[in-house]
């Protein structure tokens, strides 16, 4: 299956899976609510250009929106991880090493530290400008680091079930390919 | 002019990055301040779409509860039909009615319509129920919409054939209610905290509450006829700085599971905007 195939059917699955399932749960706490959409963004091909990173970034966020009817919530915070998203993977890792031999980020690809790392940062990211820019109608502070806290560890705990559920198999590529 | 060029094209991802941050952020705060963003009628079209199918399969998991609603509002519609309520014969003797004109027919202020729910959040701060029923089929913006157990919210945006409410539980929603035993009118509105639980505030010191107290629409309303009921009361508390309560509500709606609604029209909402208009007017 080509790259740009499994892409275009993990956006919509992905996208089908947040505004169908997670956001039908009865939340259990105002603080919690449960986000894993965003994977789609950090799964993206290591060798994507960047505007065009940005750019999907921005529209992935937006279709969402149009399902919970707030235009530009998602989108500024899919733009903002998917922006940052190559210096993190630069500054992670070797460069020659990735851009030769695998694909995607993945525990396999990444090492299970970095890839932990690279998760747990673009996670928090992405979650602090989200809540933030909700906070600013709502104005307590408490809301803000709960929220951003509460939703942070619900959506690790979906990432690690994801990539259990999931263990991607990661192309090794070599120079003959 | 060529520095600009290079500067341009030395940090093209971030301008690129900043412009798509300022598009979304000026979407996200124009849409809440007018809630009637232009392309969010296309989008409407088609996310409505995708939620009727899905709420096609959903339908069949609440059909029992559905079912017992309806039931419930069924049974105390009949019992307000005239034919239930009987008197003894007084009449001494017979006059004909000489009014050809149905008089009631006129005066048709409230008037019904019935639509499906095809999706709703309680999850976030502004949550919004999506109804498939548009302006081809005689809903408007600003049209108050409740359902079968009680008040739903008010109709902010109308594509053809799908129309978005604002529910009770929205940060901009505001109801007019009142006490359904009496004295005290107020607003309600929802701090954004907990799903299902609103608040009543401006109630007067004055006016005797208690908790299980019912509260309903009040005839003050331009969109809601009166006599719907907005929520029970389980919590009653004192505003510290003014001389008024704040009323913590449970909704009559269940916003977790509303399936069916009634878009309200009101028939004379032309003719009180109209008078309302001219008091401006002759004011200014």
Known sequence: ?177 | MRNVFLFISRYINLLFFLFLQVVALTLLFSYNKFHEAAFMGVANEVSGKVNLRYNNVENYFSLKKDNESLRTQNTRLLNLLKSDFDWPDSILSIVNDTIRIDSLEQYRKYLYLPAKVISTTVNSQNNYVMLHRGSGQGVGVNMAVVGPDGVIGTVVNVSRNMSVVMGMLHRQSKIVAMLKKGSGFGEVIWDGKTPNLVQLIKIPKTVKVSKGDSVVTSQYSDKYPPGHLVGVVEKVEDDKSTSTYVLTLRTATNFYSVQHAYVVRNMQKEELDALEKTIKKDNE
């Open chain 1, 1 to 177: 299956m080509s790259d740009l195939l499994k892409n275009i059917i993990r956006f919509v699955v992905f996208l089908l899976v947040q505004v169908f399932l997670l956001n039908r749960i009865p939340p259990l706490h105002r603080f919690i609510s449960p986000y894993l959409y965003f994977l789609f963004i950090l799964w993206l091909p290591f060798k994507m250009p960047r505007l065009a990173l940005t750019l999907v970034g921005f529209f992935f966020g937006l279709c969402l929106d149009f399902f919970t009817k707030t235009p530009g919530l998602h989108a500024a915070a899919c733009t903002l991880i998917a922006y940052v998203r190559p210096f993190l993977i630069t500054l992670l890792m070797p460069k020659e090493i990735m851009e030769i031999n695998y694909a995607e980020p993945s525990i396999k690809s990444m090492g299970w530290m970095q890839y932990s790392v690279y998760i747990l940062v673009l996670t928090s990211l992405h979650h602090t400008w989200l809540v933030f820019l909700e906070w600013l109608e709502v104005g307590d502070f408490l809301y803000f680091l709960g929220k951003v806290m509460g939703t942070l560890t619900v959506s690790l705990l979906l990432i690690l079930i994801t990539e259990m559920i999931f263990p991607r198999k990661a192309r090794y590529r070599n120079n003959s390919a």
